[in-house]
């Protein structure tokens, strides 16, 4: 069967009007159907429930007095109704009181209690419940049921019809379509029989007859247009053949004496494709290689095997010294090798080459180097190569060196050959600038890699220091009574024994060292300022510190898993005390420790050493002190032993954060020291940490904490942690001093202005700095506005964040960094005392240097 864009025009025609009439006339059909259908189950409802009214107004007494023979009787009239198949009447309970059946007979079921009051139509019939009043109220309720077959009968009629309207609508279009289809068919078959003549006869005289104005008649005379032309350059199309024929005669005498001169250049041609193809496998090898001396060596070899070179040699040319580098070597003959007193890496005076013209962009060719008197030429002839071509190699206008070729005889080049040579310097000088290129590019790369690391470390440790902010005043709040308390204990008389008090001081000494890591978490690899606070440090005592506290980790819970480590430590009797931060490098050895008891899962032996270096000679002074720790775990690959300072890299998956190592690596940098790491799989892991010995005079811990005799005063305590609060009150109450609390801002300056009405004012007021509703800096500001002699000292977890970011309060006289110490409270209180008589100047004051 035909495809429908294959048939006929005509055929095409009549089908698109007859697809056309029939889908408009079926549209047509099915909307009048459907309306009429919905107008005729309408009015079906209607007359149903008109005659359910009659029967409701008829069966009122019926239902009232429960006469089910006269309810019957008013039913039965209902046989009248041939599409009505059963109704009923329920009287008010909804008890069915009497019923009626039509043809089906009695296996008609029927409801067992009344619906509300609907017409419905249901698969087959129609149902519909009437409820029946009497003066209003309600007595009972009718129900018709009614079968479909009149809605069956009207739709069959309507398809019969529209059946026969189609076909008699179709058979009056198909006649009316065959009729109008010429007016546009016949003008088409006849410009196509018009065509078909036109293209098997080929006379091009013949026209088509135009049959109206329309589209159809302006094509046919652009047809005829068309075939007019087509004649008139056949007409001439003939001329021009008669003409070619005569010159055809004219150039074929020509052409004989051409083609002798077609067959010499033939040759030539011949002879310059086997260069260009030589220019390619050289091009080819060339770029094949990444490296300059490799493409020098490859083209000469290239030239050498191909081109019959004697000769060949790269120079590049020096612009500050004018001379010439060779960079590649090529000599065919050994011989010649051995005589030639130049080699790859010697230099030429470019003056002496005779080379000059290379300079601006021109190739030079020695046709016999005995003429020539340039000092080099000479030396080519003397050994016995006498032609020779210098071609300039340059890369964007600049003269960078120069290729020299040569061969035995003279005139040994033809133009071909230099034209070639200088075709093969542009490629060679690409290549080469290509390499440099890469390899520039190359720096630049790593260059930027090694700077996006650098950036990418750089935020790791801004957010780092971000969220040591955010938890500092938390973490220094929960710090405080834990330290406070400690050094009070030990600061008073409580009986107890020696072993208590060492206990109680690694105590102190851990809540200092937790404070200190949480100050350090945002300066974390900070250059240790020059005005930094350093200690006179024993390394000896504090490596004996970390073992002992340590001991739960590296001996009580691997032995609870039936693991042992053992800690053994070779401490140096002569080594010197070192000037540094003892939290720092408390905190830097303990995470070594804790490294290497990671590192040994099944056991092993750590070792904690030190030594002095420099002192080889009993009157030199040391100038090195080395702490080592090392273990016997499972060591460490190379890859992981370069990056395992790097901040947030760890090998413990989820145990670690990546920040112990980096930590140490940070303590070193900012006590001018060194690390060094020796690690193989399988063998163990040696920290080494060198540390510069400085000359700093030795300062007694203790005496720095002897209490600053001044007079009893009036203070002011507000804080919202009651920890804090006790632990300041008890510390200043020991000092004599009279001290009253309040839990917030607001109350903190009602109490400031009862104690001013009595006239006995507070002399001193310590506020914290985070409260809720009224903060630090708001108690400060009101204070200041009442009484601006009274100083204000704030005590606040962000004390060292508020000074390196310049953000220290105006009204505040001083500020104190939790977790606060006995000894910064009594020189605070001894600085305000004294500065009441003088000058006052605001001074910040912290448990830990920088925090």
């Not at 599409?83 to 029927?110: C, K, M, N, Q, W």
């Not at 129609?126 to 009614?146: M, N, P």
């Not at 750089?458 to 902010?469: D, H, T, V, Y």
């Not at 100083?791 to 105006?810: N, Q, S």
């Amino acid at each position: 069967m035909p495809k429908f864009q294959d048939i006929s025009i005509k055929r095409k025609l009549t089908a698109i009007i007859m697809i056309a009439s029939t889908v408009a006339l079926l549209l047509v059909s099915a909307g009048f159907v459907t309306y009429d259908l919905a107008t005729f189950r309408k009015t079906m409802t209607d007359d149903l429930s008109t005659l359910a009214e009659i029967i409701g107004n008829q069966s009122t007494a019926a239902l009232t007095y429960g006469d089910k023979s006269a309810a019957k009787e008013i039913l039965a009239a209902l046989s009248a109704k041939k599409h009505v198949v059963a109704a009923a009447l329920y009287d008010r309970e909804g008890h069915l009181l009497a019923s009626y059946s039509g043809p089906a007979g009695p296996a008609i079921t029927f409801p067992d209690h009344p619906d509300r009051e609907i017409a419905r139509f249901d698969r087959n019939a129609l149902v519909l419940f009437h409820e029946i009043r009497l003066d209003g109220d309600f007595v009972g309720t009718v129900y018709l049921k009614s079968d479909l077959l009149a809605i069956n009968e009207r739709f069959e009629r309507y398809a019969a019809i529209i059946l026969l309207f189609m076909l008699a609508s179709l058979a009056a279009t198909l006649f009316l379509s065959a009729f109008l289809q010429r007016v546009i068919s016949r003008p088409i078959f006849h410009l196509a029989e018009t065509a078909r003549s036109v293209s098997g006869e080929k006379n091009y005289s013949l026209r088509a007859v135009k049959h109206g104005g329309d589209e159809l008649g302006q094509l046919t005379d652009r047809f005829n247009e068309m075939l007019g032309q087509i004649q008139r350059r056949d007409s001439e199309l003939q001329q021009a053949h008669d003409k070619l024929e005569i010159r055809v005669a004219e150039r074929t005498k020509d052409l004989r004496a051409e083609i002798t001169e077609h067959q010499r250049t033939g040759s030539e041609l011949r002879r310059q494709f086997v260069r260009i193809s030589l220019l390619n496998q050289v091009t080819q090898a060339i770029s094949e290689r990444q490296d300059t001396d490799s493409i020098f060596h490859v083209m000469l070899r290239q030239l050498e095997d191909h081109m019959g070179l004697d000769l060949g040699l790269v120079a590049l040319f020096d612009v500050r010294t004018q001379n010439l580098n060779v960079a590649a070597l090529g000599i065919k003959d050994p011989l010649l090798a051995a005589v030639f007193d130049l080699h790859e890496g010697g230099l030429l005076s470019f003056k002496e080459t005779g080379f000059a013209l290379c300079e601006q962009r021109q190739t030079v060719y020695f046709a016999d180097t005995l003429t020539e008197a340039a000092p080099f030429l000479k030396k080519l002839a003397e050994t016995g190569w006498r032609s020779a071509v210098a071609v300039p190699l340059m890369v964007e206008e600049t003269f960078f060196g120069v290729l020299v070729s040569a061969r035995l005889k003279a005139n040994g080049f033809n133009s071909g050959d230099c034209e070639f040579l200088r075709m093969l310097s542009e490629h060679v000088a690409l290549a080469a600038h290509q390499e440099r290129l890469h390899k520039n590019l190359e720096k630049a790369y790593n260059e930027l890699r090694q700077t996006q690391a650098t950036v990418l470390q750089q935020e790791r440790l801004k957010a780092l220091g971000q969220m040591a902010s955010g938890i500092a005043h938390d973490v220094n709040n929960a710090l405080s009574p834990v330290v406070g308390f400690s050094e009070m204990i030990l600061n008073g008389e409580y009986g107890l024994n020696v072993e208590g008090k060492k206990y109680l001081k690694y105590i102190r000494t851990a809540g200092d060292d937790i404070a200190h890591i949480v100050a350090r978490l945002r300066e974390f690899y900070r250059v240790r300022e020059e005005n930094e606070p350093l200690q006179p440090l024993n390394f000896n005592t504090l490596a004996e510190q970390v073992v002992d506290m340590t001991r739960p980790r590296w001996r009580d819970i691997p032995q609870s898993k039936g693991v042992t480590i053992e800690v053994q430590t070779d401490l140096a009797p002569d080594l010197p005390k070192l000037a540094g931060i003892e939290s720092e490098i408390r905190e830097a050895l303990t995470n070594l420790v804790l490294n290497a008891v990671d590192a040994m899962p099944d056991g092993g032996k750590i070792t904690l050493r030190t030594r002095v270096l420099g002192n080889e000679n009993e009157d030199e002074y040391p100038t090195q002190a080395v702490v080592e720790v090392s273990d016997t775990g499972i060591g460490m690959n190379e890859e992981t032993r370069k990056r395992c300072l790097e901040p947030f890299f760890s090998t413990k998956g989820k145990r670690g954060t990546g920040l112990g190592l980096a930590m140490v690596y940070g303590v070193i940098e900012r006590h001018q020291g060194n690390i060094e790491i020796q690690s193989e799989p399988g063998q163990g892991t040696t920290f080494r940490l060198f540390f510069p010995v400085r000359t700093k005079p030795d300062q007694d811990r203790e005496a720095e904490e002897k209490n600053v005799a001044i007079e009893p005063l009036q203070i002011l305590c507000i804080d919202d942690e009651p920890l804090l609060r006790e632990l300041i009150k008890q510390i200043l109450e020991r000092d004599g001093h009279e001290v009253e609390v309040s839990d917030n801002g607001q109350s903190g300056l009602d109490d400031f202005r009862i104690a001013r009405e009595r006239g006995r004012p507070f002399d001193v007021v310590i506020t914290d700095l985070g409260m809720p509703y009224l903060d630090g800096r708001q108690v400060a500001r009101a204070l200041k506005q009442e009484s601006p002699t009274t100083p204000v000292i704030m005590l606040t977890g962000w004390g060292a964040f508020m000074k390196e970011d310049g953000d220290l309060p105006a009204q505040v006289d001083g500020i104190i960094s939790k977790p606060p110490r006995v000894r910064e409270l009594r020189e605070a209180l001894s600085r305000l005392h004294f500065a009441r008589r003088g000058a006052r100047k605001p001074f910040i004051k912290s448990s830990l240097a920088g925090g």
